[in-house]
T-cell receptor, first 116, second 113 residues
Framework: AQSVTQLGSHVSVSEGALVLLRCNYS??????LFWYVQYPNQGLQLLLK??????LVKGINGFEAEFKKSETSFHLTKPSAHMSDAAEYFC??????????????FGTGTQLKVEL | DADVTQTPRNRITKTGKRIMLECSQT?????MYWYRQDPGLGLQLIYY???????NKGEISDGYSVSRQAQAKFSLSLESAIPNQTALYFC????????????FGQGTRLTVV
């Protein structure tokens, strides 16, 4: 069974500061990895994903994440936070081998607050 | 128009009532999913369907049922609603490729009183 752990249910940063949201996973095989963002009263929107290939992936809005197999991590970063980044962020994994490649297992989410 | 549309967006219902949440998509995807979101728990998979004739239980299917009326429509039913089914419900779709992402609707906020 897969699981996802997001450290820190709430993260607060100053505008212009580095954003670092942590995600660790547990899986018997290297999974596909996703970061989704949820703005208030909206559905989830894909930020970025890792499936194969380059382990550093770039997404929308200046976010990027690096897949580190040895650390079973997929942390999300952004060099400079903007007020519009305030939202809830979810890390998710899927198993590439069981036929349900898009059945996602989600972390519990991290609420990002950006302060002036 | 949204690619994945959920109706209603908000609903308050009484304990014991039957309620149906509807989802339709215009992306032409075969795969559709229902998730439930609770504060502090993330999203959990209720049911999923890989095509019109294929429906499967997810992690938390007890108390729920689904119907795949067409490729584009996937509805979730609560046969007898209970207060702990109060949550935000999301429908999602994806295509058949395993490495592609899911596309989510805007959610239905359900309150059972």
């Amino acid at each position: 069974a897969q699981s996802v752990t997001q450290l820190g249910s709430h993260v607060s940063v100053s505008e212009g500061a580095l954003v670092l949201l942590r995600c660790n996973y547990s899986s018997s095989v290297p999974p596909y990895l996703f970061w989704y963002v949820q703005y208030p009263n909206q559905g989830l929107q894909l930020l970025l994903k890792y499936t194969t290939g380059a382990t550093l992936v770039k997404g929308i809005n200046g976010f990027e994440a690096e897949f580190k197999k040895s650390e079973t991590s997929f942390h999300l970063t952004k060099p400079s936070a903007h007020m519009s980044d305030a939202a809830e962020y979810f890390c998710a994994v899927s198993d590439p081998f069981t036929g349900g490649g898009n059945k996602l297992t989600f972390g519990t989410g991290t609420q990002l607050k950006v302060e002036l | 128009d949204a690619d994945v549309t959920q109706t209603p967006r908000n609903r308050i219902t009484k304990t014991g009532k039957r309620i149906m949440l509807e989802c339709s998509q215009t992306k032409g995807h075969d795969r559709m999913y229902w998730y439930r979101q609770d504060p502090g728990l993330g999203l959990q998979l209720i049911y999923y369907s890989f095509d019109v004739k294929d429906i499967n239980k997810g992690e938390i299917s007890d108390g729920y049922s689904v119907s795949r009326q067409a490729q584009a429509k996937f509805s979730l039913s609560l046969e007898s609603a209970i207060p702990n089914q109060t949550a935000l419900y999301f429908c999602a779709t994806s295509d058949d490729e395993k490495n592609t992402e899911a596309f989510f609707g805007q959610g239905t906020r359900l309150t059972v009183v």
